[in-house]
């Protein structure tokens, strides 16, 4: 899989993810949420549609917010899988709005 230019990661981003936001290397989002258990909860959901496409997060979590970071190492960049990964998790999300 081809990495995106930067010009097509930032474009996507404006019109399909904008709570996402692009390093130069990573998309990257912050999740906040009420407690503790619903942060985990919430990354246990995400890990089991991450193994299903087999893609990881790169991602940290400290007490009730969880950081996220994606790229595709493999390609040495941003893919459409990162993207495709990003509106998974947002879709998690919202259910925890």
Do not use: C
């Amino acid at each position: 899989m081809k990495a995106l230019s930067k010009f097509e990661v930032i474009s996507y981003l404006e019109l399909h993810l904008k709570n996402w936001t692009y390093d130069g290397e990573a998309i990257k989002r912050e999740l906040k949420f009420t407690t503790f258990v619903e942060a985990f909860s919430f990354m246990t959901s995400v890990a089991l549609v991450a193994e299903k496409m087999e893609h990881h997060p790169d991602w940290n979590n400290v007490y009730n917010k969880v950081q996220i970071s994606l790229n595709t190492h493999s390609a040495k960049g941003i893919t459409q899988l990162d993207f495709d990964l990003a509106k998974e998790i947002d879709k998690i999300y919202k259910h925890f709005e």
